[in-house]
């Protein structure tokens, strides 16, 4: 089955940098790379997703880079605010995500103001 | 956008007790629903894939027998956790995944379940 891999697993940052997060795969059938933020006693959200027919991403503060060669991809924040803090967590899927999706471990991103 | 919602969101309950625990879909349809778990500072571990109007599939090393899944309609899955005991205190985060392309899921807020 599929294998997530997620690093950091804690991240700081100080408020206005950027913060990198980076997760490599297993199964190269899988075709469907979400992100999740999970805040404190609540559910993940969907923050952004990228399937493998794009290499990047990008939404605002967030973009989103895969390398389906390499099979790792990586979640970039920019100008990190406090309210960005929170655990992210990558996962994979493949049939564009009908079936289901594999965590990666998580990562704590601080944001110190 | 897609809501998913849990009921109850926190529950407590002693061993030996069953437990239900309700998710929804409230403005979309699903025709499959996924259950999780989660311990503390650790990662969603699936449990088990809920199909609408058939039997739920779940992952290897979970108990079918102990965590009943009931999938009736096309907006409402539950888990049943059955005779209760300590160890089962977790998380419960039900995901809902649209029916149509591009599938995507949404989760709910999570059950808080503690077995005294």
């Known amino acids: 089955g599929e294998n997530v891999e997620q690093h950091p697993s804690t991240l700081s940052v100080q408020e206005g940098d950027s913060a990198v997060i980076k997760c490599t795969y297993s199964d190269s059938a899988s075709n469907y790379f979400p992100w999740y933020k999970q805040e404190l006693g609540k559910g993940p959200q969907l923050i952004i997703d990228?399937?493998?027919?794009?290499g990047e991403k990008k939404d605002q503060r967030i973009a989103v880079t895969l390398n389906k060669t390499a099979k790792h991809f990586s979640l970039h924040i920019t100008e990190t605010q406090p309210e960005d803090s929170a655990v992210y967590f990558c996962?994979?899927?493949?049939?564009?995500?009908?079936?289901?999706?594999?965590f990666g471990t998580g990562t704590k991103l601080q944001v110190i103001p | 956008g897609a809501v998913v919602s849990q009921h109850p969101s926190w529950v407590i309950c002693k061993s030996g007790t069953s437990v239900k625990i309700e998710c929804r879909s409230l403005?979309?349809?699903?025709?499959?629903m996924f259950w999780y778990r989660q311990f503390p500072k650790q990662s969603l571990m699936l449990m088990a894939t809920s199909n609408e109007g058939s039997k739920a599939t779940y992952e290897q090393g979970v108990e079918k027998d102990k965590f009943l899944i009931n999938h009736a309609s096309l907006t409402l899955s539950t888990l049943t956790v059955t005779s209760a005991h300590p160890e089962d205190s977790s998380f419960y985060i039900c995901s809902a995944r649209q029916r149509d392309p591009p599938y995507e899921q949404y989760f709910g807020p999570g059950t808080r379940l503690t077995v005294t």
């Open positions: 990228i399937r493998s027919n794009v």
């Open positions: 403005d979309f349809q699903a025709t499959t």
């Open positions: 996962a994979a899927s493949y049939s564009g995500g009908y079936q289901k999706v594999t």
